[in-house]
Nanobody
Framework: QVQLVESGGGLVQPGGSLRLSCAAS????????MSWYRQAPGKERDLVAA????????NYADSMKGRFTISRDNAKKTVYLQMNSLKPEDTGVYYC?????????????WGQGTQVTVSS
């Protein structure tokens, strides 16, 4: 059974930091691109950051560059999102995503999300 379990969300003041974790099970973790998405209230779910299976390449949304860092530990089957210099507009539900495309088929899994609220 595939599972992605996010943790680490919470309430933080502007300028603060949080570290999100996503623990994976039920699939070959190292073969999947792992991503974090954010869904702000009343808005669509948008990509925050992504990392390749080996961890050798990362990609960030422009507004997160320099503030957020995505990383992964394939031995622990966990992906992380270190968020620094948080702003109120970073508020939302953060979702973990696993994606692999093979032979024309797309295999995608989502976690249940973790709430991040940035407010004074």
């Amino acid at each position: 059974q595939v599972q992605l379990v996010e943790s680490g969300g919470g309430l933080v003041q502007p300028g603060g930091s949080l570290r999100l974790s996503c623990a994976a099970s039920g699939f070959t973790f190292s073969r999947y691109v792992m991503s974090w998405y954010r869904q702000a209230p009343g808005k669509e779910r948008d990509l925050v950051a992504a990392i390749t299976g080996t961890g050798g390449s990362t990609n960030y949304a422009d507004s997160m560059k320099g503030r957020f860092t995505i990383s992964r530990d394939n031995a622990k089957k966990t992906v992380y999102l270190q968020m620094n210099s948080l702003k109120p507009e970073d508020t939302g539900v953060y979702y973990c995503n696993a994606l692999r495309v093979q032979s024309g088929y797309e295999y995608a899994y989502w976690g249940q999300g973790t709430q991040v609220t940035v407010s004074s």
